[in-house]
């Protein structure tokens, strides 16, 4: 068996099983539109040891010691058994030998360590390309994810398990290992972090969220979750639902770091643009900055676009204003550039983000 291509994802709730055409099609649209924007995706990694089941309106949760961790990723191999076969079958083993390599690599990843030693923060980067193991267009997957703006993420290694988590040295020598073994076979692009544990009292350092991710013929889509209650839908068909606007006035901005949606905004222009940032006047910092924001809340397009056209205008312009509002309070050094967009707003789609 090769066991590269099971892939398996150990944090993660695959969301669809088998989608029809039709719902396949539904699904990849709410993904393009309601992706996150690469200059976000560039800063976020997969948090293999959080628990993507017990989070808090779409907030993974911290698992405290390796002992738990290992109980949490041992009781997801009998979730989902059809996705499961189904995954199995594409490569060519029965569901029991599928699970039987999961719970080997799990055992490998545990073995020879103290059950009882503090769960360091590993960060993994994110998936860039779809892999043949990868369903292209069938299966959205959830996991934990943190965004960093690399403040506080050290290398993983010996010397800085030691360093942050405490761990002996005879102990963090076969962790290292452990860890670089398993992430062979975990789906990411085969880099290892480590995060201080400061991260987890301190969301201006790094922000945690679970993140759905679908693979097409094309590419990798990555939106936020919106609640991860199994977010009752990826995918509704609803014409005009205020829920979805009610669903932002409850949601907090993402990254709640305006450092951090500096750099996002600058990657951006500078990417699309191929100019130099500071070359910039400030108010015009300013506006990508905040359309930046915008276009990267939680749930925003959703909560507008599939709208009847006597609703479009309504439903846009009351999305649009909460998002600006919430920027207003969370950060006040945007303030003169939100006003601005509230009181222009209809000469606002015309402006490049």
């Known amino acids: 068996m090769n066991e590269l291509e099971i892939k398996a994802d150990?944090?993660?709730?695959?969301?669809?099983?088998?989608?029809?055409?039709?719902?396949?099609?539904?699904?990849?649209?709410?993904?393009?539109?309601n992706s996150l924007d690469q200059s976000v995706i560039n800063h976020l990694y997969k948090l293999p040891f959080f628990d993507i089941k017990s989070s808090n309106n779409g907030t993974p949760r911290y698992i405290p010691t390796l002992g738990l961790v290992k109980k949490s990723m041992t009781a997801t191999v009998s979730e989902a058994p059809l996705i499961r076969e189904l995954n199995a079958e594409r490569n060519g083993y029965t569901l029991e030998q599928a699970c039987q390599i999961e719970y080997d690599v799990i055992k490998s990843l545990f073995h020879g360590m103290d059950k009882t030693l503090k769960t360091p923060i590993i960060l993994v980067g994110l998936e860039?390309?779809?892999?043949?193991?990868?369903?292209?267009?069938?299966?959205?997957?959830?996991?934990?994810?943190?965004?960093?703006?690399?403040?506080?993420?050290?290398?993983?290694?010996?010397?800085?398990?030691?360093?942050?988590?405490?761990?002996?040295?005879?102990q963090a020598k076969i962790f290292n290992k452990n860890v670089r073994e398993f992430v062979k076979v975990y789906p990411s692009n085969g880099k290892v972090k480590l995060a201080v544990p400061a991260v987890l009292t301190n969301q201006r350092v790094f922000y945690f969220r679970n993140v759905y991710m679908l693979p097409t013929s094309e590419t990798l889509h990555y939106m936020w979750s919106y609640g991860q209650d199994g977010d009752k839908s990826i995918v509704s068909n609803e014409m005009d639902n205020p829920e979805y606007l009610e669903q932002?006035?409850?949601?907090?901005i993402p990254?709640?770091?305006?450092?951090?949606?500096?750099?996002?905004?600058?990657?951006?222009?500078e990417n699309k643009h191929n100019a130099?940032?500071?070359n910039l006047e400030t108010h015009i910092q300013k506006r990508f900055i905040v359309n930046a924001i915008r276009h990267?809340?939680?749930?925003?397009?959703?909560?507008?676009v599939n709208t009847s056209k006597n609703k479009h205008v309504e439903f846009h312009a009351k999305a649009f204003d909460i998002i600006l509002k919430k920027i207003i309070v969370q950060f006040p050094y945007l303030r003169s550039e939100c006003v601005r967009q509230m009181t222009k707003r209809d000469q606002i789609d015309m402006l490049d983000y």
């Open 255 to 269: 990254i709640p770091n305006l450092q951090a949606w500096k750099s996002i905004a600058k990657d951006y222009y």
């Open 128 to 170: 860039t390309v779809c892999s043949n193991a990868l369903s292209k267009g069938l299966m959205p997957n959830a996991f934990p994810t943190a965004f960093s703006c690399h403040d506080s993420v050290v290398s993983f290694n010996v010397k800085n398990l030691q360093k942050y988590y405490g761990y002996p040295l005879a």
């Open 10 to 33: 150990y944090s993660s709730i695959s969301a669809t099983l088998i989608m029809s055409n039709q719902i396949a099609g539904d699904v990849e649209t709410e993904f393009q539109q």
């Open 296 to 304: 990267n809340f939680i749930g925003y397009n959703r909560a507008w």
């Open 248 to 252: 932002l006035v409850k949601h907090e």
């Open 276 to 278: 130099d940032w500071m």
